[in-house]
C-alpha cells in the first residue's frame, strides 16, 4: 500500500528546506575561511614559539621580556603531612622545580605520597637561595607556593 499525504507540507517547511538549500553555500564559504584562518594562526604561533626569546633583563617591565633564569634553590627541610603523620619532601619538591622558569610549586599529595589519609595537610619548607639565609614558607594543600630568590 502506497501512502500519498492527502495535503502539500506546509509553506514554512517548504520555507525551511529552501532556506538551507541556498545558505549551504555561504555556511561552507564561512568555515573554509575559518579553517584558513585557524591554520594561519596556527603557522604564526610555532613560528613565534621558534624564534630566538629576547635575553634576560633587555626590556624590563615589558610584557614581552623575559623574567631571568630561576636561581638554584638550596633545600633544607620539606615537610609534608600532618603534625602527627608526615614525609619528607625534598625529592618530590626538586623534580617539581626541575626545569621551570618560574619556582612555584603546587602543594600536594604528588610531593611525597598521602602520609594521613582524609586529612587536610600543610607543607612546612625551609630552603636558602644563593647569598641569602634561610627561608621558611608553609601552605595548605592545594595552595600555591612561590619559591622565588629574588
Known sequence: MLLRPRRPLPGAL???GLSLLLLAPLAQAQSEA??????????????AA??????AGAAPNWPGSYPAPAAPI??????YGTAERACDARAGIARALANQAIPVLTVNNGLCGDPA?????????SYSCPGQGPVR????????LDLSCR
Open 74 to 79: 638550596t633545600l633544607h627541610e620539606a615537610r
Open 34 to 47: 575559518y579553517r584558513r584562518g585557524y591554520d594561519q594562526g596556527y603557522a604564526d604561533g610555532l613560528a
Open 14 to 16: 517548504l520555507f525551511a
Open 117 to 125: 589519609p582524609n586529612q587536610r595537610k600543610f607543607l612546612v619548607l
Open 137 to 144: 614558607q608553609s601552605a595548605w594543600e592545594g595552595q600555591p
Open 50 to 55: 621558534r624564534q630566538t626569546p629576547w635575553p
